[in-house]
């Protein structure tokens, strides 16, 4: 019995870990959490390439926000935003290090969304099931950006 279930382990547990591998969370890619934003951005262009039709995000956290600047940007990184958006993915960056690095929502990247993030009250509150049937839906992807952006 044993030996089963080590052998199923085996098998699973890879496929199971890779997506954290790879810096995704359910269709949204994180770039920050030991992951660069042309990491990220890659992971998130080739999943885009194999299933065009479900929605796909990168959220950009910590030390990466400033590269998704009007004035931390590369010509090359700016390529990789725009080819993102027109593979429509959405570019999420977290208020809370925006406020951190201390910059203005206008230095962004053309399309490059804000999001507020849970606080701590709503992220302990019991407002229901924050389940989702789907969870490629966009309102799940929504809610796993809010609970990456929450307070700390």
Same mark, same amino acid.
């Given at each position: 019995?044993?030996?089963?279930? /080590?052998?199923?382990?085996? /098998? *699973?547990?890879? +496929?199971? /870990?890779?997506?954290?591998?790879?810096?995704?969370?359910?269709? $949204?890619?994180?770039? +920050? &959490? +030991? *992951? %660069? *934003?042309?990491? @990220? #951005? !890659?992971? @998130?262009?080739?999943?885009?390439?194999?299933?065009? #039709?479900?929605? /796909? #995000?990168?959220? $950009?956290?910590?030390?990466? $926000?400033?590269?998704?600047?009007?004035?931390?940007?590369?010509?090359?990184?700016? %390529?990789?935003?725009?080819?993102?958006?027109a593979a429509g !993915?959405t570019l999420y960056?977290?208020?809370?290090?925006?406020?951190? @690095?201390?910059?203005?929502? #206008?230095?962004?990247?053309? +399309?490059?969304?804000?999001?507020?993030?849970?606080?701590? =009250?709503? !992220?302990?509150?019991?407002?229901? %099931?924050?389940?989702?049937?789907?969870?490629?839906?966009?309102?799940?992807?929504?809610?796993?950006?809010?609970?990456?952006? =929450? &307070?700390?």
């Amino acid at each position: 019995m044993r030996r089963i279930l /080590l052998m199923m382990l085996c /098998l *699973f547990a890879p +496929g199971a /870990l890779l997506a954290q591998v790879k810096g995704e969370t359910g269709g $949204v890619y994180v770039a +920050g &959490e +030991g *992951f %660069s *934003f042309e990491q @990220a #951005a !890659a992971d @998130a262009l080739r999943e885009r390439a194999s299933s065009p #039709a479900d929605p /796909l #995000a990168v959220l $950009v956290l910590g030390g990466e $926000v400033r590269r998704v600047t009007l004035k931390g940007t590369t010509p090359e990184l700016r %390529s990789l935003a725009d080819k993102l958006q027109a593979a429509g !993915a959405t570019l999420y960056v977290c208020e809370r290090d925006i406020r951190a @690095a201390r910059l203005n929502p #206008a230095e962004f990247l053309p +399309g490059v969304r804000i999001e507020r993030g849970w606080t701590r =009250a709503e !992220a302990q509150a019991n407002v229901g %099931s924050r389940k989702e049937a789907d969870s490629r839906a966009p309102e799940a992807m929504l809610r796993r950006i809010r609970r990456l952006c =929450a &307070e700390s």
